[in-house]
């Protein structure tokens, strides 16, 4: 279905619903520039980091897995014997994810829980695309130490976020910009400010630097961009 949902004035701060579920998919290739370029950089570099696994069963993790979109796309990349894990908050989310599990008959599980209450497994991987600027920022930090403290030696956590810059003018810009790749999409300028009014305060952007400053704090021993469009990147950190 097509993300008209902005169309209208939905009353309310931005949430993972059943009407949002309903559309995800069309929103994430619309909102995310060059979202399937990057998730071909995922598949890749976890087909690289399992290649050196010595876990008889890896385990990859997808912490706001929304529809399951990545993690299909890494079940039909990786090795039959890889364990897949998705969680969201959303139970929307998940029983579409579910569904579209099923449909391409893929062996995939899907946790429907909060990520700060999660106890996580002894894991390969871990991928938080786009749902660590919804988590609070003094909570941040606590989230990805137990990620990191579940990875395995040499597993790697892969992080995209919409990012800000502290340069003032440099930050208008790049939001300038972005308005524009949306609207090239086909969002008009009333749903794109609507949306943006409707996710302040629920979706907290980091900058680039400090995003990787928190992955050095909590251990990480290499950190590389592999990917970075205006206020939008994806970071590797490995253990």
Same mark, same amino acid.
């Given at each position: 279905?097509?993300?008209?949902?902005?169309?209208?004035?939905?009353?309310?701060?931005?949430?993972?619903?059943?009407?949002?579920?309903?559309?995800?998919?069309?929103?994430?290739?619309?909102?995310?520039?060059?979202?399937?370029?990057?998730?071909?950089?995922?598949?890749?570099?976890?087909?690289?980091?399992?290649?050196?696994?010595?876990?008889?069963?890896?385990?990859?993790?997808?912490?706001?897995?929304?529809?399951?979109?990545?993690?299909?796309?890494?079940?039909?990349?990786?090795?039959?014997?890889?364990?897949?894990?998705?969680?969201?908050?959303?139970?929307?989310?998940?029983?579409?994810?579910? $569904?579209?599990?099923?449909? #391409? @008959? &893929?062996?995939? =599980?899907?946790?429907?829980?909060?990520?700060? *209450?999660?106890?996580?497994? !002894?894991?390969?991987?871990?991928?938080?695309?786009?749902?660590?600027?919804?988590?609070?920022?003094?909570?941040?930090?606590? $989230?990805?130490?137990?990620? #990191? @403290? &579940?990875?395995? =030696?040499?597993?790697?956590?892969?992080?995209? *976020?919409?990012?800000?810059? !502290?340069?003032?003018?440099?930050?208008?810009?790049?939001?300038?910009?972005?308005?524009?790749?949306?609207?090239?999409?086909?969002?008009?300028?009333?749903?794109?400010?609507?949306?943006? =009014?409707?996710?302040?305060?629920?979706?907290?952007?980091?900058?680039?630097?400090?995003?990787?400053?928190?992955?050095?704090?909590?251990?990480?021993?290499?950190?590389?961009?592999?990917?970075?469009?205006?206020?939008?990147?994806?970071?590797?950190?490995?253990?």
């Amino acid at each position: 279905m097509k993300d008209t949902i902005f169309k209208q004035d939905i009353g309310k701060q931005f949430e993972f619903d059943a009407q949002v579920a309903s559309v995800f998919d069309d929103m994430l290739e619309r909102s995310i520039p060059h979202y399937k370029e990057v998730l071909g950089l995922i598949v890749d570099f976890c087909s690289y980091t399992l290649e050196s696994s010595k876990s008889a069963i890896p385990l990859v993790y997808d912490l706001g897995s929304s529809t399951g979109t990545t993690l299909l796309a890494l079940s039909q990349a990786l090795s039959a014997h890889t364990r897949f894990i998705g969680i969201d908050s959303s139970q929307a989310m998940i029983d579409k994810a579910s $569904l579209k599990a099923q449909a #391409y @008959n &893929a062996n995939i =599980e899907f946790i429907c829980t909060d990520l700060l *209450e999660y106890d996580f497994l !002894h894991s390969d991987i871990v991928i938080a695309n786009y749902s660590l600027q919804f988590i609070r920022p003094m909570q941040r930090p606590a $989230l990805l130490q137990k990620i #990191y @403290n &579940a990875l395995t =030696e040499g597993g790697i956590l892969i992080v995209s *976020e919409k990012m800000t810059s !502290h340069h003032r003018i440099l930050d208008r810009q790049m939001i300038e910009r972005y308005v524009r790749y949306k609207q090239e999409q086909g969002y008009t300028k009333t749903e794109i400010s609507k949306k943006r =009014e409707a996710l302040e305060n629920v979706l907290v952007p980091f900058s680039l630097e400090e995003n990787i400053a928190m992955l050095k704090d909590i251990g990480f021993s290499g950190i590389e961009v592999l990917f970075k469009w205006v206020n939008f990147g994806t970071l590797i950190a490995k253990k």
